[in-house]
């Protein structure tokens, strides 16, 4: 799944922010060239065990091009960090969370022991993609990958995808032809790419299909499996928080810049809750993804499995942060180097709410951020003279309006 095209359906609902590319129209539809694109992917199909008769049933769709505007919105790498994690990892999540260990407490134990890896952060993972399966994207999929297999950028990549889902159809593993996800063909409760369902899914209800839609067993199995298959090592921690000393030089901070425990030690490295680090022989990277002012982290081999999910450092750290937070931390206990701090889902419910009473007509009271929220907050801006005026969500535009400015 470790490419920038896989999509986060959750993040991309709640932090949406009414980007430039959600407001890019969509280009039109060349008939013409899709058709000779599909004909082009029928032949592949074929090569791929999926009989003409089959593609020519479940490739009947109608492309739609406002997928393509999409392909460089990805909030894990248009938000602020400060802003991505305040949404995806929470408190109302983290309550979800601990609810969901508790209620399958005896199958995440079956998980874990067959594949190693801990209910915390196998949790964490399904709560930040799909809000435990409450969002998990409504986009068809054959629709949306058919349309990225001939269309944008990346259409060799996408025509994979395409012809992975359409494999999983006519095996029978999906029996829904409509079953839907996010914009980029991820899907189900932990969001697998159908490359990745074929590769990876498990049948850990013993049901004779791989169900990462309806299963909750086959999901957060699956879930385990992939990060086993990543790389996972048993009873290890992901990484710490950690103190800089004065003068680090940030040029030695990256996810690849890998040293032993011992040598960052040596550099002045130290766990900011004063506890112990691994062994000094164990091999781990420093990183400051907010720059040498905001939290910095060590991190070990885990991290790359949590970060092979899906490339980014955003969403290593959310999945991290939150599997910590499910077993009862805290948190990043440094600031983010910001005056306007991220808000929570409830903090921008109650950021909508002051908006309607205003007058705003955004919709509904859903906490997800879209067009409509952003200029009623751009409109809020101006008026109090807060900036800059750029239609963000923050603590500041948040604490102004409760105190009726």
């Not at 029928?42 to 109608?62: E, N, S, Y």
């Not at 999409?70 to 309550?95: C, I, K």
């Not at 996810?255 to 164990?282: E, F, H, I, M, Q």
Request: include cysteine; aromatic fraction near 8%; glycine fraction near 10%.
């Amino acid at each position: 799944m470790s490419l920038r095209f896989r999509s986060v359906a959750l993040a991309g609902l709640l932090l949406s922010t009414g980007s430039a590319a959600a407001q890019t129209p969509a280009p039109p539809v060349d008939t013409a060239a899709f058709a000779r694109c599909m004909a082009g992917i029928r032949a592949d199909a074929a090569k791929a065990g999926i009989p003409a008769a089959a593609f020519d049933r479940l490739a009947d769709v109608t492309p739609d091009m406002s997928v393509l505007p999409l392909l460089d919105s990805q909030p894990e790498f248009t938000t602020p960090l400060w802003d991505y994690l305040a949404g995806l990892v929470d408190d109302e999540r983290v309550a979800d969370g601990r609810a969901k260990l508790a209620e399958h407490r005896a199958l995440l134990d079956r998980v874990a022991a067959q594949y190693g890896v801990d209910a915390e952060t196998v949790v964490a993972v399904w709560g930040v993609e799909s809000d435990y399966g409450r969002i998990s994207g409504k986009r068809p999929l054959r629709v949306s990958l058919a349309t990225l297999a001939c269309n944008g950028r990346r259409q060799p990549f996408f025509r994979g995808e395409f012809l992975a889902l359409l494999k999983l159809m006519h095996d029978g593993d999906l029996r829904d032809p409509d079953t839907t996800g996010s914009w980029a063909g991820a899907f189900g409760h932990t969001q697998f790419m159908p490359s990745t369902y074929a590769r990876i899914a498990v049948d850990f209800d013993g049901d004779g299909r791989r169900d990462l839609v309806d299963s909750i067993p086959d999901a957060l199995a699956s879930t385990a499996n992939y990060l086993k298959q990543s790389g996972w090592r048993t009873g290890q921690p992901w990484g710490y928080e950690i103190r800089l000393p004065t003068g680090f030089d940030t040029a030695q901070a990256g996810r690849t810049n890998r040293k032993t425990v011992a040598d960052w030690t040596t550099r002045g490295v130290t766990r900011l809750d004063g506890g112990a680090l691994p062994s000094g022989d164990t091999r781990a990277a420093v990183i400051v993804p907010t720059g040498a002012k905001g939290p910095a982290f060590m991190v070990f081999r885990n991290y790359d499995a949590i970060y092979s999910y899906n490339a980014a450092e955003s969403y290593a750290l959310a999945i991290a942060t939150l599997a910590d937070r499910l077993r009862g931390g805290s948190g990043p206990m440094t600031a983010w180097p910001t005056d306007d701090p991220g808000l929570s889902r409830a903090q921008r419910r109650e950021l909508q709410t002051l908006m309607l009473a205003r007058g705003h007509a955004i919709g509904e009271v859903d906490g997800m951020i879209g067009t409509e929220s952003r200029r009623a907050i751009q409109s809020e801006q101006r008026r109090i003279g807060l900036s800059p005026d750029d239609g963000r969500a923050g603590a500041r535009i948040l604490d102004a309006l409760k105190a009726g400015r």
